[in-house]
């Protein structure tokens, strides 16, 4: 695709529900973050990965939080025993290793996770 | 880590007049500072950077400059138009040995353009 892909665009979820949310990056790109975003604030690291490696996860709140990149292509971010402090906007962005895009984040439109 | 402040949070100028928005960083060996533009319920999209070998760069109606001393930079917007409405971000990386892949992102500007 053109463009960084994330599904679902919205996702209303009970407390206590486990959510999963899916990230389509660019493809080629071998570096990919996830960054949540509450409402009026700027985007805060979560994770990144580097092709199939999770070489820093120390932006996940909780150990409730986990992300995979099992073939180093799509990624998916998945919450367990969501809490109402869980919802925000959950940001992929995905980056190239090599020439001019090295350090420019292409980021996705988000997936807008509600917890009642 | 990094630590990212931006001012003002909320920016309000007549359309044609220019607007400024600054940021500060912490880490001394950053060396990478893009900005983000996000309109409402959009993703956030790159529309400069700049790396520490430079002092300024332009790209039409926009510009931003870096002081490496005082570690902040700015983003200059010239002629602002209504379609420049959005909130704007500045960053820088998480970690200074990294290629800038990782940022760490300020508390953005909300830029109102009135017509």
């Known amino acids: 695709g053109a463009g960084v892909s994330q599904s679902p665009r919205y996702k209303v979820a009970k407390r206590g529900q486990d959510v999963a949310l899916r990230c389509d990056p660019i493809?080629?790109?071998?570096?990919l973050f996830w960054y949540q975003q509450a409402l009026g604030q700027g985007p805060e690291f979560l994770t990144y990965?580097?092709?199939?490696?999770?070489?820093?996860k120390s932006g996940l709140p909780s150990d409730r939080f986990f992300a995979e990149r099992p073939e180093g292509s799509v990624s998916t971010l998945k919450i367990q025993r969501t809490q109402q402090e869980d919802s925000a906007v959950y940001l992929c962005a995905s980056s190239g290793l090599s020439g001019g895009a090295l350090g420019k984040l292409f980021f996705g439109s988000g997936t807008q996770l509600s917890v009642l | 880590g990094e630590n990212v402040e931006q001012h003002p949070s909320t920016l309000s100028v007549q359309e044609g007049d220019s607007a400024v928005i600054k940021c500060t960083y912490s880490d001394s060996a950053s060396n990478y500072f893009p900005w983000y533009k996000q309109e409402l319920g959009k993703r956030p999209q790159l529309i400069i950077d700049?790396?520490?070998?430079?002092g300024e760069k332009k790209d039409q109606r926009i510009a931003v400059t870096l002081n490496k001393t005082a570690k902040h930079f700015s983003l200059h917007i010239t002629e602002t138009q209504p379609e420049d409405s959005a909130v704007y971000f500045c960053a820088a990386p998480q970690r200074s040995n990294n290629a800038g892949n990782m940022l760490t992102f300020g508390g953005g500007t909300r830029l109102m353009v009135k017509p």
């Open positions: 493809s080629g790109h071998v570096s």
């Open positions: 990965f580097q092709n199939e490696a999770q070489l820093d």
């Open positions: 700049i790396r520490s070998n430079v």
